[in-house]
């Protein structure tokens, strides 16, 4: 599933470049019974004229129509998580995650790991 296209989103993008920081903002609300009901993703970029965002509000695990993934996932929001965020920087191809994809417009053309930092930073969780 594509919502954006790399024209919006990667090196160099109209709305988010990634060659600067910028914001995720993530967020499960829920129904008047406590089931989530979606989640929502926006990212923004200090000086950008845009954000982008993504709606999930139907998830149906393996494809299953039978199940609703989301009350499935809101038991498990419920006992509690913990974020987990890595960084797979160089020597490794992520063109799997933001390469061309089957639609040819994903934000990425070729893999370039000499253009990775070594690092990066999170903050604010």
Sequence with gaps: RRDFSGDD???GGRCIDTFAPFTVEASF???DAGVLDAMLVRISQEGSTCDLR???DKYEPWGDKKRNG?????G???DGMTP???YWGKG???LWMDGPGADKKG????DRPSRCEESVSFWDL
């Design 9 to 11: 989103y990667g090196p």
């Design 29 to 31: 609300p829920v129904d």
């Design 54 to 56: 993504m709606k999930m």
């Design 70 to 74: 989301l009350a499935e996932l809101s």
């Design 76 to 78: 498990a929001l419920s």
């Design 84 to 86: 987990i965020f890595s």
């Design 92 to 94: 490794t191809t992520m």
């Design 107 to 110: 934000p990425c053309k070729k």
